[in-house]
């Protein structure tokens, strides 16, 4: 068994003989209305039942690998700079402007998400912090840890700094067709996992990456899709509303 925590939404349609654990990811460290990428959402990920959570990283002026989603730090704290003009000290220091929370770079994440025994997924926004995420992740081996890659020619060197780690690509498909391109592309540049917008999944893009040896992480944009969604038996789910993707009592 991975490490890290186990429960997870028992799915599957294709083999009634066989139990898939489709693995709830809290997007963006979300979970219950929470502000996203900040280290208070990872105990409450968990505490929701995720057994990772998503976090976005961007690399600081001096290379450290701090967490937030945009180019520009003006959405979160007002302050209309690049995120890649601030030192890791300096993005550190601020606050979130809707909550007040010191804003968190990536270790300070991973050693959270460490203590509750959760895994992490990194969707690294900027390439030129992967060295910089790879040193964090490579720190801490009791949790599961994905790197997901916006260049696919990154994965395989994703995958010799971080051993065992999973590595994804994420190139966002809008269409039936893209989604075909994509999925193809994926297997033969040797990604681990591939993920794809809900509306955009059916039984065909489950079993085609189940024969590809590919893992498919599936972005639920709209929570009333969550019990249909899971009833296709993906490998994860990636949603803002994580409560709503494990099994009750």
């Known amino acids: 068994m991975a490490p890290g925590r186990s429960a997870g939404c028992r799915c599957g349609l294709s083999d009634p003989g066989a139990i898939r654990v489709t693995r709830v990811i809290a997007h963006r460290c979300r979970s219950g209305g929470a502000a996203e990428n900040l280290a208070s959402g990872v105990a409450l990920a968990a505490t929701a039942g995720a057994q990772a ?3 976005d990283v961007r690399p600081s ?4 690998a701090v967490v937030t989603h945009d180019r520009w730090l003006l959405r979160r704290t007002w302050w209309p700079v690049p995120v890649r003009a601030v030192t890791a000290a300096w993005f550190r220091a601020r606050r979130d402007r809707t909550t007040g929370e010191q804003l968190p770079d990536l270790q300070a994440i991973v050693t959270e998400a460490a203590r509750c025994g959760i895994g992490v997924v990194v969707d ?5 912090a992967l060295a910089a995420v790879a040193s964090v992740l490579a720190g801490v081996t009791t949790i599961e840890r994905d790197i997901w890659v916006r260049d696919p020619t990154s994965i395989a060197r994703a995958r010799a700094l971080v051993p065992g780690a999973t590595v994804g690509w ?3 498909p809008r269409s039936p067709g893209e989604v075909d391109a994509y999925l193809d592309a994926a297997r033969d540049h040797g990604a681990d996992l591939v993920s794809v917008r809900h509306h955009l999944v059916g ?5 085609r990456c189940r024969a590809s040896s590919m893992r498919l992480a599936v972005w639920i944009t709209d ?3 969550t019990a249909a969604v899971l009833a296709l038996g993906p490998d994860a789910v990636v949603t803002d509303r ?4 494990v099994p009750g009592p």
Request: no cysteine; net charge negative; charged share 40%.
């Open 124 to 128: 690294l926004k900027d390439g030129r």
């Open 61 to 64: 002026r001096d290379g450290e």
């Open 203 to 207: 039984v065909g893009t489950v079993e």
């Open 170 to 172: 994420l190139d966002d």
């Open 242 to 245: 994580p409560e709503l993707a």
């Open 223 to 225: 929570p009333a899709a």
């Open 53 to 55: 959570i998503e976090v």
